[in-house]
């Protein structure tokens, strides 16, 4: 090992990144004396005028008061140089990475483990009061045994049990958003949770995201009305309180295709429990204790089984990886039609100059054997003709 400066080795560069994002970046790390793998998230500290950022303060202090097997454990807060980093157990995979590897695929006993663990996370986070407001594949780290961890709680707060209060909707990764958040509610509770989980568990059985939109709340609604119907005040009888309900009404009825696209895909249990969780009214949604009472966990089988065969996957896996893997498949895409491309283009000029050598060619003979077709030959003929009579 190279001589560190750091109580916890990293490469230099960017070849310890594991992750980025609007926090910045997170490292993977070694620890010099006990050979611990660690994963350091920076705290950006640019534009602080009052020192040590509240967010972060406030992380640091809801993790500190977590303590569960699906939850990601702080280990310790690192001041080094003119950097802060939040110091965590390293997990080698995220779900992101999971799902999109070329060659691993989940079956569905391991399926229900991963969706069970999620829930497992969830109904202690809110039975402390907690709400994770970001939960996304990205968001849950998997240990090499098969271990799911909810982490990134850098949106999470305590929330009130017994009253009401204001929150920022600003809040969870947009594909993951409920319709609540995306209409502008201000006072919500676990249930946007449940709606993220929801996606989530969606994405793990049809690896895809099942609502992809373009980044903004109009388009997003459009995506989930896409698959689940244009809500109704019978389905949700709140929508029309909802703050920017009339600046983003519907503007057609859509019928829903949820049945019909999924259905396939999961198991009765699976797609009821999933109807369950997408309901548009945040107050029919089930609570992550009632989810894991569900007959899908505890009736149907397959039995949910832990996913240890990720032991036998080579290198880590984490969305920043399946990213770089994206880019360079495109890259290499990209490179193979340009060549494809250059080599027709090639072809090309190959094919005119054949075809005018053939036309010289013609010209040629037509020349020595003087084409009686033609009309100037017949016309001399002619004439001559006429002379010698």
């Known amino acids: 090992m190279a001589v560190s400066k750091s109580v916890f080795f990293r490469k230099p560069g960017n070849e310890s990144v594991v992750g980025s994002g609007t926090y910045g970046k997170v490292f993977k790390g070694l620890h010099v004396y006990t050979g611990q793998s660690v994963a350091l998230k920076r705290i950006r500290m640019e534009g602080e005028r009052d020192g040590f950022p509240v967010t972060a303060v406030r992380e640091v202090k809801l993790l500190q008061s977590l303590r569960h097997l699906n939850i990601v454990s702080l280990l310790e ?3 080094e140089k003119n950097d802060c980093f939040m110091v965590f157990e390293y997990l080698a995979h995220d779900l992101t990475g999971i799902l999109n590897h070329p060659t691993f695929k989940l079956d569905d006993a391991q399926r229900k483990h991963l969706s069970m663990q999620l829930f497992n996370g969830l109904d202690y986070l809110h039975s402390r009061g ?3 407001r970001d939960i996304k594949a990205a968001n849950i780290l998997i240990s090499k045994e098969g271990i799911l961890k909810l982490a990134d709680f850098g949106l999470a707060r305590f929330y009130a049990k017994r009253h009401q209060l204001d929150y920022t909707n600003r809040v969870v990764t947009i594909w993951y958003r409920s319709p609540e958040l995306l209409l502008g509610e201000t006072q919500y509770g676990p249930a946007c949770d449940i709606w993220s989980a929801a996606c989530v568990m969606m994405e793990i059985f049809a690896r895809n995201a099942v609502f992809p939109g373009d980044g903004t709340e109009m388009n997003q609604l459009e995506k989930i009305y896409a ?6 005040v019978s389905d949700w009888p709140g929508i029309v309180d909802m703050a920017w309900f009339e ?3 519907p503007a057609f009825k859509v019928k829903p295709v949820f049945k019909e696209r999924y259905r396939e895909q999961l198991s009765p249990a699976a797609f009821d429990l999933l109807e369950w969780m997408f309901r548009y009214d945040p107050t029919k949604r089930p609570t992550a204790n009632e989810v894991l009472a569900h007959r ?3 009736e149907e ?11 036998d996957i080579a290198g880590d896996w984490h969305e920043f990886e399946s990213k770089a893997l994206r ?3 495109e890259r290499r895409e990209k490179e193979v039609r340009k060549a494809k491309e250059g080599r027709n283009h090639a072809k090309e000029p190959a094919r005119e100059k054949g075809a005018h050598g053939k036309e010289r060619e013609r010209k ?5 054997n003087e084409d009686p077709r033609d009309p100037k030959r017949v016309h001399t003929d002619q004439a001559v003709g006429s002379e010698a009579s």
């Open 227 to 232: 698959v689940l119907g244009t809500p109704t």
């Open 77 to 79: 807060v690192m001041v």
């Open 296 to 298: 899908y966990f505890t």
């Open 130 to 132: 907690v709400l994770h």
């Open 327 to 329: 880019r360079e498949n």
């Open 247 to 249: 600046l983003l009404r």
């Open 301 to 311: 089988a397959p039995e949910a089984r832990q996913a240890v065969e990720l032991g």
């Open 364 to 368: 040629r003979v037509y020349d020595e």
